[in-house]
């Protein structure tokens, strides 16, 4: 009865549930996994179903949202009918129950506890720790050098995190994080394949390597909450963990969630910035101007509002190629959406990708135009572009908006400064260019650069 929108039961006697319409074969939604584009394989469901799909994965149904409005209505209004989706549910293998994966009242107390130090004026005093690491890149850094950018913007948002939010230096780890999580999450995608969890249960050197990148990780942060627990208290997040947590596993998870969210999504949201400001080198002349005619020193926290154009590239780097590209969530109950029945259980997805592409809501949708975010009156404005509510979401919406936010706008746009102010980097000859969409949408080959440095 897929295709009609009427359905339900009749003196208890259960009947088909009516499903809209999806793709042919929509058992392939597996293939999402299977191909090597799946992002092409999202943005060809919403061209052929352009509000709301159904496709199964394994015994599963699945929901594609492709409308601004029904992202809207079902990831804020229905935001309580809602629990995490597919893909949180798998990394909560590394994550455990930290805030990322945590649900209900568990979540909403490990929010409380956490947004504090992510906001306010805590949030302001991040910024020198996020300027100083980039310093010490610029500082490092030799014109005419090749580099991986996508390990380098890795390392130093790690560096930032470890002193930003828990107290301790990391720059010594950041080659050991870095390997791990290109062993955790270069395969990620077939772990949201059906019969996922039998195949990890069976001994591959797939599984193994997954299993030995979760124990580096494990150890990395253990070792760094002990380091903390010896020193004295100090206002860094992780003092604040360890004072209102007693369960160690607990700190455990929290301290990995924030690790890897809070700088993970950053890293990679710069590394794709930097490719698109070299093939595009009127939009970097346009950011250059800024820079050299706004900044008269160092870039600070009371900068940022004089940053426009900074900003506008920035979020013009997360519209083309945001870090997290895909959303899920699972009803817990059932929900009306778009004239349709959606059934407890039913996986609900949204991809940024494609929304954040798609020609009805943005004009020039593919292009690199980090102007449509400037009014006229020289500021940046996220109403700017004229897109709906529920067409641009980097963080996600909703109740589970990222917690960390305002601390990845703020480093997104002073690395930026701190950095383009001095550099202009070019793509090196031979490298090559491609999304892999795994929890973030990392760059499958790295990102190796030539430094240049700007006269």
Same mark, same amino acid.
Not at 175 to 185: C, I, P
């Given at each position: 009865?897929?295709?009609?929108?009427?359905?339900?039961?009749?003196?208890?006697? &259960?009947?088909?549930?009516?499903?809209?319409?999806?793709?042919?074969?929509?058992?392939?939604?597996?293939?999402?996994?299977? %191909?090597?584009?799946?992002? *092409?394989?999202?943005?060809?469901?919403?061209?052929?179903?352009?509000?709301?799909?159904?496709? %199964?994965?394994?015994?599963?149904?699945?929901?594609?949202?492709?409308?601004?409005?029904?992202?809207?209505?079902?990831?804020?209004?229905?935001?309580?009918?809602?629990?995490?989706?597919?893909?949180?549910?798998?990394?909560?293998?590394?994550?455990?129950?930290?805030?990322?994966?945590?649900?209900? =009242?568990?979540?909403?107390?490990?929010?409380?506890?956490?947004?504090? *130090?992510?906001?306010?004026?805590?949030?302001?005093?991040?910024?020198?720790?996020?300027? &100083?690491?980039?310093?010490?890149?610029?500082?490092?850094?030799?014109?005419? =050098?090749?580099? @991986?950018?996508?390990?380098?913007?890795?390392?130093?948002?790690?560096?930032?995190?470890?002193?930003?939010?828990?107290?301790?230096?990391?720059?010594?780890?950041?080659?050991?994080?870095?390997?791990?999580?290109?062993?955790?999450?270069?395969?990620?995608?077939?772990?949201?394949?059906?019969?996922?969890?039998?195949?990890?249960?069976?001994?591959?050197?797939?599984?193994?390597?997954?299993?030995?990148?979760?124990?580096?990780?494990?150890?990395?942060? %253990?070792?760094?909450?002990?380091?903390?627990?010896?020193?004295?208290?100090?206002?860094?997040?992780?003092?604040?963990?360890?004072?209102? !947590?007693?369960? @160690?596993?607990?700190?455990?998870?929290?301290?990995?969630?924030? !690790?890897?969210?809070?700088?993970?999504?950053? &890293?990679?949201?710069?590394?794709?910035?930097?490719? !698109?400001?070299?093939?595009?080198?009127?939009?970097?002349?346009?950011?250059?101007? =800024?820079?050299?005619?706004?900044?008269?020193?160092?870039?600070?926290?009371?900068?940022?509002?004089?940053?426009?154009?900074?900003?506008?590239?920035?979020?013009?780097?997360?519209?083309?190629?945001?870090?997290?590209?895909?959303?899920?969530?699972?009803?817990?109950?059932?929900?009306?959406?778009?004239?349709?029945?959606?059934?407890?259980?039913?996986?609900?997805?949204?991809?940024?990708?494609?929304?954040?592409?798609?020609?009805?809501?943005?004009?020039?949708?593919?292009?690199?135009?980090?102007?449509?975010?400037?009014?006229? @009156?020289?500021?940046?404005? =996220?109403?700017?572009?004229?897109?709906? %509510?529920?067409?641009?979401?980097?963080?996600?919406?909703?109740?589970?908006?990222?917690?960390?936010?305002?601390?990845?706008?703020?480093?997104?746009?002073?690395?930026?400064?701190?950095?383009?102010?001095?550099?202009?980097?070019?793509?090196?000859?031979?490298?090559?260019?491609?999304?892999?969409?795994?929890?973030?949408?990392?760059?499958?080959?790295?990102?190796?650069?030539?430094?240049?440095?700007?006269?």
């Amino acid at each position: 009865m897929e295709g009609t929108p009427t359905a339900g039961r009749r003196s208890g006697v &259960a009947r088909p549930v009516a499903r809209p319409p999806g793709p042919r074969g929509s058992l392939l939604y597996a293939g999402i996994v299977a %191909r090597r584009d799946p992002t *092409a394989y999202f943005e060809g469901i919403v061209r052929d179903h352009p509000r709301l799909a159904h496709l %199964r994965l394994g015994r599963e149904h699945v929901y594609v949202l492709g409308h601004p409005e029904l992202v809207q209505e079902l990831f804020v209004a229905r935001g309580r009918a809602l629990r995490k989706g597919r893909a949180l549910e798998r990394i909560r293998m590394l994550l455990g129950d930290g805030l990322l994966t945590s649900e209900g =009242e568990r979540h909403r107390t490990q929010r409380r506890l956490i947004q504090p *130090a992510l906001h306010g004026d805590r949030i302001a005093a991040y910024a020198d720790d996020m300027v &100083a690491t980039a310093r010490a890149y610029d500082t490092r850094w030799r014109d005419g =050098e090749v580099l @991986d950018l996508a390990r380098e913007m890795s390392g130093l948002t790690l560096t930032v995190v470890g002193r930003a939010l828990f107290g301790s230096d990391l720059r010594e780890e950041t080659a050991r994080v870095a390997e791990a999580l290109a062993a955790l999450l270069g395969g990620f995608q077939r772990h949201l394949l059906p019969g996922a969890d039998l195949l990890l249960r069976i001994p591959t050197p797939g599984r193994a390597r997954m299993f030995a990148a979760i124990d580096r990780l494990d150890r990395l942060v %253990r070792e760094l909450i002990e380091r903390r627990r010896a020193a004295p208290p100090g206002p860094d997040l992780l003092s604040t963990l360890l004072a209102h !947590l007693d369960d @160690d596993t607990q700190v455990r998870d929290e301290v990995m969630t924030l !690790l890897l969210a809070g700088h993970e999504t950053t &890293a990679t949201a710069l590394t794709w910035t930097w490719w !698109l400001l070299s093939e595009h080198p009127e939009v970097a002349r346009w950011l250059h101007e =800024e820079l050299d005619t706004r900044l008269d020193g160092v870039p600070s926290y009371a900068d940022l509002d004089r940053l426009p154009r900074t900003r506008a590239v920035f979020a013009e780097a997360m519209r083309l190629y945001p870090p997290s590209w895909i959303l899920g969530r699972r009803t817990l109950t059932e929900v009306e959406l778009d004239g349709w029945t959606l059934p407890a259980g039913s996986l609900c997805v949204a991809s940024q990708w494609v929304l954040h592409r798609d020609g009805r809501f943005w004009a020039a949708p593919l292009e690199f135009a980090p102007r449509r975010w400037i009014g006229p @009156d020289g500021r940046y404005d =996220e109403a700017v572009p004229g897109q709906p %509510r529920g067409a641009y979401l980097p963080f996600g919406l909703g109740a589970r908006i990222c917690v960390g936010l305002a601390f990845a706008w703020m480093e997104g746009v002073l690395v930026l400064a701190t950095l383009a102010r001095h550099w202009d980097p070019e793509l090196a000859p031979g490298q090559k260019v491609e999304p892999l969409p795994a929890v973030t949408l990392r760059q499958k080959y790295g990102m190796r650069m030539r430094l240049r440095a700007r006269r």
